[in-house]
């Protein structure tokens, strides 16, 4: 089984990602505004069960299944690194906007 994949807070991710899991500086760094931005889209499914209608009850059993897509932005690096980012890409825009 691989080891478990580690979160960081978005105010250390680029200082995380540049350190190996052996505890060692990457060589060379890795600066994820100059990686590859890419777009994955995933979808969230649940089981709705009918609306009660009046008095009368729809079938029991016979829910509809409703997806939502959840987009996910990553960032592909050289050497086959790829990085979770879509929140800190939120956080990235907001700063444009602000500043």
Do not use: F
Not at 16 to 37: E, F, H, M, W, Y
Not at 49 to 55: D, I, K, L, Q, T
Not at 71 to 80: D, F, M, N, T
């Amino acid at each position: 089984m691989p080891p478990p994949t580690p979160i960081h807070a978005l105010s250390t991710l680029e200082a995380q990602i540049n350190v190996l899991p052996s505890g060692k500086p990457r060589r060379p760094p890795i600066k994820l505004g100059d990686c590859a931005l890419k777009e994955l889209v995933q979808y969230k499914c649940n089981i709705v069960e009918p609306e009660v209608r009046g008095e009368k009850v729809a079938e029991k059993g016979k829910g509809v299944v409703v997806c939502e897509p959840v987009v996910r932005l990553l960032r592909q690096c050289a050497g086959g690194v790829s990085v979770e980012t879509t929140a800190w890409e939120g956080r990235r825009e907001k700063a444009k906007m602000e500043g």
